[in-house]
């Protein structure tokens, strides 16, 4: 499901056109697709008519869920496809990248899809080659690695080890890790959360009344999802905590889904106990009708069964959870109608949080809204921010937030 919230959300989302030549390491593509998609990178495969011979183009179409493009007229939808191909790439990492593919870019020679595509683009190159070791030592290669590399070409080194013709030496392809690395830095993408657990509570939450009705807020879930998408880019492994909204999961994120209070309390509680850093950007009901009718309340009817709503509390799930803290770092959020700032202050103490972020709502602010305007609260400083979008801001508060790591 997509929609107008998803499109805005997805504009920051960065495509790298993967190119997949004729090498025995061809399988190690798939998994260098999987890491980029968990980093929430949108990836796009080429492949050589060489490469197709290893590893088939259903498999990166079925891992992509893109169109897999291989032969220069293959494409009947898209009459110039190499230059689509070259205007979507943000960079263009080859990899495994043969001899072959490597003396071809380095020449500007291009009689493929994925060679003229190299030609036609003008997103960064970035190249891992694989190759027999007589082949990468042959003076060939290295010349015209060299050529590439002047032409501000970023090579990722093969290794030195086992090669599938049973020699040893250098041209094993790097590690995925390494190449998937390799490629966030070159799309500018920071790994500052790699290794850290994040969980993010996100949305409403709804308080049935009976089985069509219940009580709930006008929360969007825009600021804990663009959280969520930002935490994942930057490697954290990520949890969401999400009330009903009507946003995409972002990519690589672990979501549950919750309805009440009551499950988001239990969902966030198991989340907390192992995350690094816990934000509570959902908007959880303060009450529920104490009991939800077992049937649709009918009008009109003696003794008025729409009558009176009887509510009580839920659990406050910042406040115990932030009590119950050891490790973790406790980002808050207040969304107040009035004295923002000094509300804020207070809940700092009161929900032992390491930071406040608080909003000013009513009035058409903030909720469902792209942008917002906010203050860091903190025992420390507060600090008022200008108006940016969620996407900017989803950013500021963790660069905020990895302050107070241990
Ligand atoms: C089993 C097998 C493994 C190969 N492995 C490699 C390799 O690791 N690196 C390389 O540069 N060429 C390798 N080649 C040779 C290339 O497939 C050949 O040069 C081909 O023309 C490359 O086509 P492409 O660059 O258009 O994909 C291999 C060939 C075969 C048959
Ligand atoms: C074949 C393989 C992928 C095996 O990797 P592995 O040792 O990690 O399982 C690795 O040796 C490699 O990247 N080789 C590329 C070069 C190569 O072996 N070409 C074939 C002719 S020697
Ligand atoms: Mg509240």
Redesign the pocket.
Known sequence: MTNANDAAANAAQKTVLLGVTG???A??SCEIVRGLQKAGVRVKVVMTEHAAEFVGPTTFRALTHETVAVGLFDDPSDPIHHVSLAQEADVFLIA?CTANVIAKIANGIADDLLTTTALATTAPLVIAP????NMYENGATRYNIGKLHIRGARFID??D?????G?VGK???AEVDDIVSATLDELGVKRDLAGRRVMITAGPTVEPIDPVRYISNHSSGKTGYAIARAAALRGADVTLVSGPVSLSAPQGVHMVHVRTARDMFTAAEEAFEDADIAIFAAAVADMRPREAAAHKLKKGVADAELGTIDLVENPDILATLGARKRHQVVVGFAAETNDVVANAEKKLVSKHADLVVANEVGGGRAFGADDNVVWFVDDEDIEELPRMSKTRLADEILDKAIQFLA
């Open positions: 090498c025995i390491a399988y190690k495994p694989a190759m027999n070791v093969a290794g080890g086992y090669l599938a013709c020699d041209g094993r392809l």
